[in-house]
């Protein structure tokens, strides 16, 4: 049981190119989320999704896609990287009144 | 638009002594969460809260919910520095999107 795996954990990308964030969990959970942490301002909601084939926009989606295939799988996308972007990525996954983070992908735009 | 303020910002102190974390908001929430989070990683969940004026123990740690549901505090007795890391409330609304506070970074010297 690995729980919320995120992948890469790194990455630079310059100004304009596009790249996905890939967040994957096993505890058959129906609730995900995207979520960006900046210094001082705790974790902003981008977008999140309540099952498979339905998303819905949180606090701070411009830039970000998503899309729910399956239930276990729910990347993030960021259609042309600007250097407002560089952040903490987290992706959770929630059951009844729990959520789990993964280790997170630190985004660094130049 | 639902806001929780975290207070203090830093906190410092010394081994065995104790802190008390304030979240507050002008907002009713249906239940408030404590995650911890270290560097590196993502938040982890302490606790959550449901019912206006609940207190829950997790070992030193007291946490209680106001009586309102729009507050609440996180007390640590005798703080040790395995304690250290950044503390982190959150409100889930009756959409059950969560709205996380600012965080607390919490320092706990030998």
């Known amino acids: 049981n690995a729980g919320v795996t995120q992948t890469p954990k790194f990455q630079v990308l310059k100004t304009g190119q596009s790249m996905t964030l890939q967040c994957a969990q096993d505890?058959?959970?129906?609730?995900m989320s995207w979520y960006r942490q900046d210094p001082g301002m705790g974790l902003r909601l981008i977008h999140y999704?309540?099952?498979?084939?339905?998303?819905d926009q949180g606090e701070v989606p411009n830039g970000y896609n998503v899309s729910r295939s399956t239930t276990e799988d729910f990347p993030l996308r960021l259609l042309s990287a600007a250097p407002s972007q560089t952040s903490v990525y987290f992706c959770?996954?929630?059951?009844?009144?729990?959520?789990?983070f993964g280790p997170g992908t630190r985004l660094t735009v130049t | 638009t639902q806001l929780l303020e975290q207070s203090p910002q830093f906190l410092s102190i010394q081994e065995g002594e104790n802190l008390t974390v304030y979240c507050n908001s002008s907002?009713?929430?249906?239940?408030l969460q404590w995650y911890r989070q270290e560097p590196g990683e993502g938040p982890v969940l302490l606790v959550t809260?449901?019912?206006?004026?609940e207190v829950k123990k997790l070992k030193r740690l007291t946490f209680q919910f106001g009586d309102a549901r729009k507050d609440s505090s996180l007390h640590i007795t005798a703080a040790q520095p395995g304690d250290t890391g950044l503390y982190l409330c959150?409100?889930?609304?009756?959409?059950?999107?969560?709205?996380f506070g600012t965080g607390t970074r919490l320092q706990v010297f030998p």
């Open positions: 959770a996954s929630s059951g009844y009144n729990e959520q789990y």
């Open positions: 505890m058959n959970h129906e609730y």
């Open positions: 999704s309540v099952g498979a084939g339905i998303t």
């Open positions: 907002s009713v929430f249906s239940s």
């Open positions: 809260v449901v019912t206006g004026g």
């Open positions: 959150a409100g889930a609304s009756n959409t059950d999107k969560l709205i």
